[in-house]
């Protein structure tokens, strides 16, 4: 991807400053990961077994632990080094919720922790076609994400999509294998777990929204979670829906007393348990209030 600024007269094109060192991207990531990723850091080089993980952090929104890996060598299989990692932490669960609590001083359980949501990530200035091809699976718990410096220390981060026609990675994962292990307990969710068994006209209502919703900024994705859907900027959610029976509920991730909305459609569940990230709750059963629900969710974009 190419950045460009805009001169008077016509487009100039930023140079790339590469990283020189892959600590230098793991000091970005560990000193900005709030913020770019929506991820808690919880340990850096994090040694377990053995085996050193560069950044140890924990996603609230799905209630797991994340790996991030950060790479500037492209002859490495992120596939097998991916499901290592994976292996590793589920074979050694009251490690990593040991570390959590001391190193953040708090009171996690285990039972707390969703170890089907468990992921790794990658990040690099580049990821070869075989890398890319290898982690093209719907449902594989390993994730790619391009980060770029440029001149004018401009910064671009890139998760990398799957394709609509990426397959299981159950169709290769064999017996017995540390693979087969992995893929049998970390669930990755998809859009289609949420709206199997659901009428046409929920599906439909789905569809309207997230369309409308995904339309409301470039770049702008979808993230499946075990009982939710998030949508997300940049990598951080700004809103999350349940799929129901014969309806949708939204959550608003947004702090209570910061949502400006003067028909007082959305309910405060700052203080009541709730899937979704934010304190706002709006439930939709038809398209009829679609703009001002709309004018809602984009305050926390």
Same mark, same amino acid.
Request: charged share 30%; aromatic share 10%; hydrophobic share 40%.
């Given at each position: 991807?190419?950045?460009?600024? $805009? ?10 400053? #590469? ?7 793991? %000091? ?31 996603? =609230?929104?799905? /209630? $797991? ?9 492209? %002859? ?59 982690? /093209? ?21 890139? #998760?990398?999509?799957?394709?609509? =026609? =990426? ?47 995904? %339309? ?36 608003? %991730? ?11 459609? $959305? ?21 009829? /209030? ?12």
């Amino acid at each position: 991807m190419n950045l460009y600024k $805009a001169g008077v007269k016509k487009l100039e094109l930023l140079k790339e400053t #590469p990283f020189k060192l892959e600590r230098e991207i793991q %000091n970005l990531f560990e000193q900005n990961l709030t913020q770019v990723t929506g991820l808690e850091m919880v340990k850096s080089e994090f040694v377990i077994k053995g085996k050193r993980i560069d950044t140890l952090a924990y996603d =609230a929104s799905s /209630n $797991a632990f994340v790996i991030l890996e950060y790479k500037r060598d492209k %002859n490495v299989s992120v596939v097998d080094q991916g499901f290592t990692y994976l292996s590793l932490m589920l074979e050694n669960k009251a490690d990593f919720v040991l570390t959590y609590n001391e190193t953040l001083n708090k009171n996690l359980h285990s039972s707390k922790v969703d170890w089907s949501q468990t992921r790794v990530v990658f990040v690099s200035p580049s990821f070869t076609e075989n890398q890319r091809l290898a982690t /093209n699976f719907k449902d594989i718990a390993i994730e790619l994400w391009e980060i770029k410096r440029y001149e004018n220390d401009l910064i671009s981060i890139t #998760p990398i999509k799957k394709t609509r =026609a =990426a397959e299981s990675i159950k169709t290769v994962a064999q017996k017995g294998t540390e693979m087969k292990s992995v893929t049998d307990e970390i669930k990755v969710y998809s859009e289609e777990d949420h709206l199997l068994n659901k009428s046409d006209d929920t599906i439909e209502l789905f569809q309207t929204y997230k369309n409308a919703i995904l %339309n409301l900024k470039d770049d702008l994705d979808i993230k499946p979670k075990k009982q939710e859907i998030g949508f997300t900027n940049k990598g951080k959610i700004f809103t999350d829906v349940c799929i129901l029976k014969n309806s949708l509920k939204f959550w608003i %991730n947004l702090k209570k007393g910061t949502l400006d909305d003067p028909k007082k459609v $959305a309910r405060d569940v700052a203080t009541i348990g709730h899937w979704g990230n934010g304190d706002y709750e709006v439930v939709v059963s038809n398209t009829e /209030n679609l703009e001002y629900v709309l004018f809602l969710i984009k305050q926390a974009l």
